[in-house]
């Protein structure tokens, strides 16, 4: 039986111009390379592939071939086919630069990622065979809006046994990643009529940015010892907390203003919208329960497995109020717009066990390395404060009044990427001003750890 043209070889977008088939292929070929549009090293298709796409005498195309090897504009060794050659491609005049790529830090020590080389490859890979050799063929189509059925009932469960979450899977919203939960619920609560939310004084200034483009005022609220203060909630509709461990000064939210939160909510029909940020990291204490176990009715609940897991999975979830979650979904679009596979692989991780023993395994080396840099600041730098240590993936570093500019600056001239306490202050907040560095210990990899430590502490005061 004949082959057909559609199952030959690899594609390739080629148009033959100018007289004659051979010299417009030629030409076309040439220019191909000429412009970058064919990198070097890629790989054409056969000659008789090219000419069955074409239409045209397989003679015709390997001529055509035989020509820009001549010309060194195309290399052809028996058993590697033929090949762009390697050569530097001069862009075409009044091709803008590319722009230089950024260096990067001889070490990073900056909050909000996990140490992505302990990333447990192998464990997820076995889930996702699992998964996939099990999931029904219906899986692979246009899905409901709120994710995988087979996701929604496993994070129901662990979320109710670890987090204290009453986490009905009909309620419960998977989306790709914090940022989009938070716009999802940015556009819900504009629809309904909502016009301000307040923040914490001290947080990531994204997240305003994601509120304010839904059509929302954020307006912070100020910070003490005991944690955000909710007696300024007075105008606000909803309200986003980071309460089992504040970004980023690292301090649970106390439970006098936990109950206080959740009152506000019952006595105006607001909205308490939980961030359980590091909900799973937690060092000297009794994990702090999620907020949402108060109330079900007034609180949503927001958690990713950018931490525990990987940011590049871009999956979190929503456990919603009754109601909430359809509207939720409806802001989604009416489709699915997580990849199924990860929702598939991510529900058999968790089911089988392997989530808790990767959390576990990764909170002791955790650990390890918060224990190390609490050691190292005593000894090194005995005129920095550790706190916010409890928890997390990053502590605070307070500083001499008047140091913390210098600091930064300092590491950036060292190669030591850092963030410095005033990058995370609402300028609106009326608060004493803070010197302090937010030190993030999740990033480095192990190999790396020892050197990021002696960095961070040739930069700091004394």
Not at 178 to 196: C, N, S
Not at 339 to 354: C, I, P, R
């Amino acid at each position: 039986m004949a082959e057909s043209w559609a199952t030959l070889g690899i594609d390739l977008l080629v148009e033959p111009t100018g007289p004659g088939l051979r010299r417009g292929l030629t030409d076309a070929l040439r220019e191909a390379v000429r412009s970058g549009r064919l990198a070097p090293g890629t790989r054409l298709p056969s000659s008789r592939a090219l000419a069955a796409d074409l239409g045209i005498a397989r003679n015709t195309v390997a001529d055509a071939y035989a020509d820009l090897v001549a010309e060194g504009w195309l290399t052809a060794r028996q058993g590697s086919g033929t090949r762009v050659a390697e050569r530097r491609v001069v862009p075409p005049s009044g091709t803008a630069p590319h722009p230089r790529a950024l260096t990067r830090p001889a070490y990073d020590l900056r909050p909000g990622s996990p140490d992505l080389a302990s990333f447990p490859r192998a464990e997820w890979l076995k889930a996702a065979r699992r998964a996939l050799t099990a999931a029904p063929y219906q899986a692979l189509d246009y899905g409901d809006p709120r994710g995988r059925p087979e996701l929604r009932a496993a994070l129901g469960g662990y979320l109710s046994r670890a987090r204290g979450v009453r986490a009905d899977p009909e309620r419960i919203v998977v989306c790709a990643g914090f940022a989009h939960g938070l716009e999802l619920l940015g556009t819900v609560l504009r629809a309904r009529g909502a016009r301000t939310v307040a923040v914490e004084s001290y947080s990531l200034d994204v997240h305003g940015r994601i509120l304010a483009a839904c059509g929302l005022r954020t307006t912070p609220l100020p910070f003490d010892r005991l944690g955000t203060d909710p007696g300024g909630l007075a105008a606000a509709e909803a309200v986003l907390l980071t309460p089992a461990h504040q970004f980023p000064m690292g301090v649970p939210l106390h439970r006098d203003r936990r109950t206080a939160v959740v009152d506000w909510a019952r006595r105006t029909g607001g909205l308490v919208l939980e961030d359980d940020y590091d909900g799973e990291f937690r060092y000297d204490r009794q994990p702090v329960g999620a907020l949402q176990g108060l109330d079900p009715d007034r609180v949503v609940y927001l958690g990713t497995a950018s931490k525990s897991l990987a940011p590049g999975l871009r999956l979190a979830w929503m456990v919603l109020p009754p109601g909430l979650a359809e509207e939720a979904a409806a802001a989604k679009g009416g489709v699915d717009t997580c990849g199924v596979l990860d929702q598939l692989t991510l529900a058999e991780f968790l089911t089988s066990g392997a989530y808790d023993r990767h959390v576990r395994a990764t909170r002791l080396r955790y650990r390890r390395r918060r224990d190390a840099l609490v050691a190292a600041v005593a000894a090194r730098a005995p005129e920095a404060r550790v706190t916010g240590i409890a928890a997390g993936l990053h502590v605070l570093l307070r500083l001499p009044p008047g140091t913390e500019q210098s600091v930064v600056q300092a590491a950036h001239w060292r190669g030591l990427a850092l963030h410095g306490l005033a990058r995370y202050s609402n300028p609106e907040a009326p608060a004493e001003p803070v010197d302090a560095l937010v030190v993030g210990y999740g990033t480095p990899p192990d190999h790396a750890w020892s050197g990021a430590l002696d960095a961070l502490c040739a930069v700091l005061p004394g």
